[in-house]
Every structure is written in structure tokens, then in C-alpha cells.
């Protein structure tokens, strides 16, 4: 139980070309998903908040005109990177939290998506 | 600033010893308490959860909590080569209107050596 998915598992792209990315819960509902991102040798960063049926949260310095997030459904949130720049190559990591999971709030993780922006 | 400290390592431990880590938090509000495992490349795995003061164990692995020293540790026990990784300590910050969120230490490398 509690598998999360991403897709795609990694990404090229070219400079101001815009890239989305998917992540599902696929045995449970999440109502809330989390998108971080994570240079190398670095640790995780919280990118956003991802509410169903509502709009993102975002952590400060994260812009959220860049950083696109919708939030459909309850297995479903997507983030996409906005005309991406090479500095926007990254690992970038969803979670999902189990709606009927209760009150301590573990976070399960997708696999990730690796982007390099040429 | 919420913050949760992590020893970067790396944590060097003879495969078949103890591999023990710890890590502190700032917020003394905190409720609950994750370990994830992370292996080069990949995305983090849950491995333990705690909430109460005291130990939790599940197989080879041991988390001990102590909310009024702001302290949380994890043991490997009869560490494996397959047990080299980076650990993150993770930390719930709950926030009503942002959801529950975690903040995650800076993460412990540890090497077993065979």
C-alpha cells in the first residue's frame, strides 16, 4: 500500500520550453500533496502545497507563476515548470498524504523526476 | 525558522556493528517524527515513524524519541552493506491552513563497510 507515482521518471528539454509533471497516489486518496525539489548533495525543499480542489501553497522564494500546480482530484496533482531555464534542472520529488490515514501525517514519496534543461 | 539538525557525516560503521544517528529539532510544539532512507539517485523511503517519548523498534531498526531534550536518534542494528544511504530525519510542522508539512534535516550519510 501507500505507492505514490511520478511521471515522467526523467525529462530533457530546451530553454523556455515548458515541462509538466504528474504525480498519483495509486492505492489510497490524497488530499494533500507536497512538491519538493532537490539540487545534488543537497537536501529536500519544499517547493508547495498541493490542495485538492484548491489553490497551491507556496514556501517563499518559489515562485508561483513559474511553478504551476493543480490539484484535481485526489489521486492526481500536477507541477509544471514554466519556460525552464537550465537553473531549473533539478530532482523533483512529490508526496502524498493518506486522507484516511490519520493524525500523524505521514508522507509517502513518489519516485521522482530528474530535469535538465539544455 | 524552524530547524532540524542532522549530522552530515559520512557516518563510517564495520558492516555487523550498531550505525547510531541523531537528530535535534527547534520547534518544541513538534508532534511526530520520520526517518527516511535515501539511496544515491532516488527519492526517500519511509523507514520510521514515532510520536511518544520513548523507543520504537521494528526489525533491525530503532528510533528513540526524548520531546524535552528536542532529540530523536536512530539505530541500525547488525548494519549491512545495503544499509548505506543517507538518512533524513523528518519533523512534522503543523500548520492549519498549509496542510501538515515536514521539515527535513539536512540528512546523515552512512557508509557500512564490509
Known amino acids: 500500500g501507500a505507492v505514490v507515482s511520478q511521471h515522467p521518471s526523467w525529462v530533457i528539454c530546451k530553454s523556455g520550453t515548458s515541462v509538466k509533471i504528474e504525480c498519483r497516489s495509486l492505492d489510497f486518496q490524497a488530499t494533500t500533496m507536497f512538491w519538493y525539489r532537490q539540487f545534488p548533495k543537497q537536501s529536500l525543499m519544499l517547493m508547495a502545497t498541493s490542495n485538492e480542489g484548491s489553490k497551491a501553497t507556496y514556501e517563499q522564494g518559489v515562485e508561483k507563476d513559474k511553478f504551476l500546480i493543480n490539484h484535481a482530484s485526489l489521486t492526481l496533482s500536477t507541477l509544471t515548470v514554466t519556460s525552464a531555464h537550465p537553473e531549473d534542472s533539478s530532482f523533483y520529488i512529490c508526496?502524498?498524504?493518506?486522507?484516511?490515514?490519520?493524525?500523524?501525517?505521514?508522507?509517502?514519496f513518489g519516485p521522482g523526476t530528474r530535469l535538465t534543461v539544455l | 525558522q524552524k530547524e532540524v539538525e542532522q549530522n552530515s557525516g559520512p557516518l563510517s560503521v564495520p558492516e555487523g556493528a550498531i550505525a547510531s544517528l541523531n537528530c535535534t529539532y527547534s520547534?518544541?510544539?513538534?508532534?511526530?517524527f520520520f526517518w527516511y532512507r535515501q539511496y544515491s539517485g532516488k527519492s526517500p523511503e519511509l523507514i520510521m515513524s514515532i510520536y511518544s517519548n520513548g523507543d520504537k523498534e521494528d526489525g533491525r531498526f530503532t528510533a528513540q524519541l526524548n520531546k524535552a531534550s528536542q532529540y530523536v536518534s536512530l539505530l541500525i542494528r547488525d548494519s549491512q552493506p545495503s544499509d548505506s544511504a543517507t538518512y533524513l530525519c523528518?519533523?512534522?510542522?503543523?500548520?492549519?491552513?498549509?496542510?501538515?508539512?515536514?521539515?527535513f534535516g539536512g540528512g546523515t550519510r552512512v557508509l557500512v563497510k564490509p
Open positions: 508526496s502524498a498524504r493518506d486522507t484516511a490515514g490519520g493524525p500523524w501525517d505521514e508522507q509517502f
Open positions: 523528518a519533523v512534522n510542522e503543523k500548520i492549519k491552513a498549509a496542510g501538515n508539512k515536514l521539515t
Open positions: 520547534d518544541r510544539v513538534s508532534q511526530s
